[in-house]
């Protein structure tokens, strides 16, 4: 416990880093997405020079700080003894990757603003088995921290090596140059970029400040505890996330043709669907989340990790997946400004009320903190500025994404505890794997008629080769 919590630590600290983005990878996804429907190859040309100089200036400057302050850092928290070394040795090695990655990131959104995402899906595939498999064997073999953080390295390298050779093939026509930069252009995509830099700033505060404070004042076992309910969650959110990108692509693109016309549909059917995709996670998660943990770090860990889950799980179900593509809808129209100072000031309060509830309240009050403040911020506030933004009222927004899929959701989560109480107890991976089928292909059968607008209906059943 108390390694995987010092491995939970250092991956915390390292997402802090990008603070210093300053939001250069969101504005380059915007304006590559915005020449190239324009078809401008000298205007991504200049826009990709700028910000590969600026994200190798970063690089330079984290490169040296950070090692010239790792005995501060290592002392700041509570890590065992035994694994000080291995701390540090673990933050100097994934501060040097993500270096490294700061600039190579640019041609994975170079990619993504062209709607390549197959190119980015299959670079994520590669990168995943990798540091999966990798993770395993050597987890297997009995290697420690420092093993399986060099293997999760030698996976973004992969994938950075996998960017640049798919940019390569796709942006034959644009030129890379030092001349190309220009303060013009570093203004431009510093007008945009400054509120997305706050998004990511806040999202960034708010997110890490539960783990990197649970460090600080509670043995770092428990940020392990806190960290493994957190992060499952945040992998299942990622069935949804394509959705995310694939909204802000096409809002840059309507923005670029003064196409508005679809706009409020966009903004509901996204995120929608988002919520009906992660639905039968999340009923699955309410009903078996224990008998997961037990089964999966075993009884002593999940008894902890199992009081935090459910609260996670209601945060993220209404603000995050529900409201997943309201961020990326608002960053392609370039209307995010409001969004992004909400942020803000969900991340400053969130501290303040961290540093206070923690010491008293332990994780299970950090989670509290943390799933309150995402529903009224991310949900509730986001709720009203969409609305207005896409200029339809803030109740038919809300009742068009959340009022389907919670309809569907509920006989199916009344039928999940049925079982789970009478014939499927969950005691085996195979009979929560049974459980989390039926739970599935239930709700799916129900929101397919009852979440999906007829044509989106029969273009997917189509697809699937029944229609």
Same mark, same amino acid.
């Given at each position: 416990?108390?390694?995987?919590?010092?491995?939970?630590?250092?991956?915390?600290?390292?997402?802090?880093?990008?603070?210093?983005?300053?939001?250069?990878?969101?504005?380059?996804?915007?304006?590559?997405?915005?020449?190239?429907?324009?078809?401008?190859?000298?205007?991504?040309?200049?826009? /990709?020079? @700028?910000?590969?100089?600026?994200? %190798?200036?970063?690089?330079?400057? +984290? *490169?040296?700080? $950070?090692? =010239?302050? #790792?005995?501060?850092?290592?002392?700041?928290?509570?890590?065992?003894?035994?694994?000080?070394?291995?701390?540090?040795?673990?933050?100097?090695?994934?501060?040097?990757?993500?270096?490294?990655?700061?600039?190579?990131?640019?041609?994975?959104?170079?990619?993504?603003?062209?709607?390549?995402?197959? /190119?980015? @899906?299959?670079?994520?595939?590669? %990168?995943?088995?990798?540091?999966? +498999? *990798?993770?395993? $064997?050597? =987890?297997? #073999?009995g290697y420690g921290l420092v093993?399986?953080?060099?293997?999760?390295?030698?996976?973004?390298?992969?994938?950075?090596?996998?960017?640049?050779?798919?940019?390569?093939?796709?942006?034959?026509?644009?030129?890379?140059?030092?001349?190309?930069?220009?303060?013009?252009?570093?203004?431009?995509?510093?007008?945009?970029?400054?509120?997305?830099?706050?998004?990511?700033?806040?999202?960034?505060?708010?997110?890490?400040?539960?783990?990197?404070?649970?460090?600080?004042?509670?043995?770092?076992?428990?940020?392990?505890?806190?960290?493994?309910?957190?992060?499952?969650?945040?992998?299942?959110?990622?069935?949804?996330?394509?959705?995310?990108?694939?909204?802000?692509?096409?809002?840059?693109?309507?923005?670029?043709?003064?196409?508005?016309?679809?706009?409020?549909?966009?903004?509901?059917?996204?995120?929608?669907?988002?919520?009906?995709?992660?639905?039968?996670?999340?009923?699955?998660?309410?009903?078996?989340?224990?008998?997961?943990?037990?089964?999966?770090?075993?009884?002593?860990?999940?008894?902890?990790?199992?009081?935090?889950?459910?609260?996670?799980?209601?945060?993220?179900?209404?603000?995050?997946?529900?409201?997943?593509?309201?961020?990326?809808?608002?960053?392609?129209?370039?209307?995010?400004?409001?969004?992004?100072?909400?942020?803000?000031?969900?991340?400053?309060?969130?501290f303040v009320l961290l540093t206070?509830?923690?010491?008293?309240?332990?994780?299970?009050?950090?989670?509290?903190?943390?799933?309150?403040?995402?529903?009224?911020?991310?949900?509730?506030?986001?709720?009203?500025?969409?609305?207005?933004?896409?200029?339809?009222?803030?109740?038919?927004?809300?009742?068009?994404?959340?009022?389907?899929?919670?309809?569907?959701?509920?006989?199916?989560?009344?039928?999940?505890?049925?079982?789970?109480?009478?014939?499927?107890?969950?005691?085996?991976?195979?009979?929560?794997?049974?459980?989390?089928?039926?739970?599935?292909?239930?709700?799916?059968?129900?929101?397919?008629?009852?979440?999906?607008?007829?044509?989106?209906?029969?273009?997917?059943?189509?697809?699937?080769?029944?229609?």
């Open positions: 416990t108390d390694g995987y919590g010092v491995w939970a630590l250092c991956f915390s600290l390292v997402d802090y880093y990008w603070f210093f983005d300053l939001g250069f990878r969101s504005a380059t996804v915007k304006y590559v997405a915005h020449h190239t429907a324009r078809e401008e190859l000298e205007k991504i040309s200049e826009v /990709l020079s @700028t910000s590969l100089l600026y994200a %190798a200036i970063l690089a330079v400057f +984290l *490169g040296l700080i $950070v090692p =010239l302050n #790792l005995s501060r850092i290592t002392h700041f928290f509570k890590v065992a003894p035994s694994y000080q070394s291995a701390f540090a040795v673990l933050l100097l090695l994934v501060t040097m990757s993500w270096a490294v990655g700061v600039v190579f990131g640019l041609f994975g959104a170079s990619i993504e603003a062209v709607q390549r995402l197959d /190119l980015t @899906t299959k670079v994520t595939v590669t %990168a995943t088995t990798v540091r999966v +498999l *990798g993770t395993a $064997v050597l =987890l297997y #073999l093993p399986v953080g060099l293997m999760v390295i030698s996976s973004q390298v992969v994938s950075y090596v996998l960017y640049f050779y798919f940019y390569r093939r796709l942006f034959t026509g644009v030129r890379l140059s030092l001349h190309l930069a220009s303060l013009s252009t570093l203004k431009e995509l510093s007008k945009f970029g400054i509120h997305s830099f706050l998004m990511t700033f806040s999202t960034q505060l708010q997110s890490q400040s539960a783990p990197v404070l649970i460090g600080h004042f509670l043995p770092t076992a428990f940020v392990g505890y806190y960290n493994l309910p957190m992060r499952l969650v945040q992998y299942t959110v990622e069935f949804v996330a394509k959705i995310g990108i694939v909204t802000n692509i096409n809002a840059a693109e309507l923005s670029a043709r003064d196409d508005t016309s679809t706009l409020s549909q966009l903004a509901i059917y996204t995120n929608r669907y988002c919520l009906v995709i992660f639905m039968p996670l999340a009923i699955l998660l309410w009903v078996d989340g224990r008998q997961f943990f037990t089964l999966w770090v075993g009884e002593k860990v999940a008894v902890y990790s199992v009081q935090v889950l459910p609260i996670l799980l209601l945060g993220f179900v209404v603000a995050v997946v529900g409201q997943f593509s309201s961020s990326m809808l608002l960053m392609g129209m370039a209307k995010h400004q409001r969004y992004a100072r909400a942020l803000l000031a969900e991340a400053l309060l969130g206070y509830a923690i010491p008293r309240y332990g994780m299970v009050g950090a989670a509290w903190v943390v799933a309150i403040l995402m529903i009224l911020i991310r949900g509730v506030y986001t709720w009203y500025i969409v609305s207005q933004t896409v200029g339809i009222s803030m109740w038919s927004y809300v009742r068009g994404v959340y009022l389907s899929p919670v309809m569907a959701a509920v006989p199916v989560f009344i039928l999940a505890k049925l079982l789970k109480t009478a014939v499927i107890p969950g005691h085996s991976w195979f009979q929560i794997a049974l459980l989390g089928a039926v739970i599935g292909l239930t709700y799916y059968s129900v929101a397919l008629f009852v979440s999906a607008r007829s044509d989106h209906r029969r273009l997917l059943l189509q697809k699937l080769g029944v229609g």
